[in-house]
């Protein structure tokens, strides 16, 4: 995508090292982060500089690529993905990218493993935005024809949390219809949730569609029911991290009750999924570990106040204990269908298993 008219990776090789956009200064602050060893990778993951599944798998990738630098051998590799993993533990495409990695370096000699690490992670940066693109083509079509039913009107678009580019290398998951659509002249307007506690559709999503010249709004969190109800609505999208085989959905906390209220209003409830996204190792979302994180990230919030300075603020009572899930399921039954880079299926095991019969289960 574009920043200040320059075509822009979410990463990129810098040198001696490798550049992330440090996710946790935006919208108000756009900065390059540079990750020099493995240790900052992980921690990069671990504090959500870099955050999307698609995105997480690629710096974990690289991360590895940084270790074999320092020490190639069997060991030392093992032990630094085993770290790399244990940063985010829902994001499926963490483990298999840190599992595709090794799968390259184990045949050779070590003398040889931090070139084609570098190599390996290289490709799995290129083949997401190839997937990327394509789930952009293939969600196009859904619009085009909402479009179509609605001439002289606006698609209005619901998405939650951050599903576009920043959340990738490129182009996006769920936002990737939108940019599509608006690139082909479609006329699209997108509802933008805040996505407590993190705020990533406030302060990322809001700032992706801002740079790119689409109409949004920013909503609180809540109020995507009664937008729905009022027939404004014409289709909900959303990303994922891990979609188990049976089509349950493992997404940002607060996408279950999204689903829930586009059932109960026939609103069409998509989910952008990747191939490398879906798990078809799992039979159901009961199985997809659910990462806990940090109270203070409920209790406190990091925003620019009136002066210009970023300041953190405490929200809730000093006594108050707060919990964290930062994600939640959606049952299958709930998903109208999937939108991948191999095309659109309907929600459900045997939907996928269209797309993707060599991989199921």
């Known amino acids: 995508m574009l920043i200040d008219g320059q075509p822009t990776r979410a990463i990129r090789?810098?040198?001696?090292?490798?550049?992330?956009?440090?996710q946790t200064l935006l919208p108000h602050t756009f900065a390059w982060h540079r990750l020099r060893d493995e240790p900052d990778a992980a921690e990069a993951i671990q504090r959500m500089r870099v955050r999307g599944a698609p995105l997480i798998g690629a710096t974990a990738a690289y991360g590895l690529a940084l270790a074999a630098r320092v020490d190639a051998g069997d060991a030392a590799l093992a032990a630094a993905a085993e770290r790399l993993a244990a940063t985010r533990p829902t994001?499926?495409?963490?483990?298999?990218?840190?599992?595709?990695?090794?799968?390259?370096?184990?045949?050779?000699?070590?003398?040889?493993?931090?070139?084609?690490?570098?190599?390996?992670?290289?490709?799995?940066?290129?083949?997401?935005?190839?997937?990327?693109?394509?789930?952009?083509?293939?969600?196009?079509?859904?619009?085009?024809?909402?479009?179509?039913?609605?001439?002289?009107?606006?698609?209005?678009v619901l998405t939650h949390c951050n599903a576009g580019w920043l959340a990738t290398v490129d182009w996006g998951t769920a936002l990737a219809p939108v940019y599509a659509a608006a690139d082909a002249g479609i006329a699209v307007h997108v509802w933008v949730d805040e996505t407590r506690p993190r705020n990533?559709?406030?302060?990322?999503?809001?700032?992706?569609?801002?740079?790119?010249?689409?109409?949004?709004?920013?909503?609180?969190?809540?109020?995507?029911?009664?937008?729905m109800q009022r027939g404004r609505v014409d289709v909900c999208i959303v990303g994922t991290d891990r979609v188990?085989?049976?089509g349950d959905v493992a997404n940002k906390i607060g996408t279950y009750l999204k689903a829930l209220a586009a059932h109960d209003n026939g609103v069409p409830f998509y989910v952008a999924a990747p191939g490398p996204s879906i798990d078809f190792r799992l039979a159901s979302g009961a199985d997809i570990p659910i990462e806990e994180r940090a109270a203070d990230e409920v209790t406190h919030i990091v925003g620019l106040a009136d002066d210009g300075v970023s300041t953190r603020v405490r929200l809730t009572p000093a006594a108050s204990h707060a919990a964290n899930p930062a994600f939640d399921v959606t049952p299958a039954r709930l998903v109208t269908g999937f939108i991948t880079e191999r095309g659109v299926c309907a929600g459900g095991e045997a939907g996928l298993g269209g797309l993707y019969p060599e991989r199921m289960r």
Request: glycine share 6%; hydrophobic share 50%.
């Open 200 to 227: 990533q559709g406030a302060s990322l999503t809001a700032w992706e569609l801002d740079r790119h010249g689409i109409a949004h709004h920013v909503i609180v969190d809540n109020a995507g029911g009664h937008l």
């Open 91 to 156: 994001a499926v495409n963490l483990r298999w990218a840190l599992q595709r990695v090794l799968a390259r370096l184990r045949p050779l000699a070590p003398a040889q493993r931090a070139a084609a690490a570098w190599d390996e992670a290289a490709a799995i940066c290129d083949e997401d935005v190839a997937q990327n693109q394509a789930i952009g083509r293939h969600g196009l079509e859904l619009l085009r024809a909402i479009a179509a039913r609605r001439p002289g009107q606006p698609v209005n």
């Open 244 to 246: 188990a085989a049976n």
């Open 13 to 22: 090789v810098d040198a001696d090292a490798v550049a992330i956009i440090d």
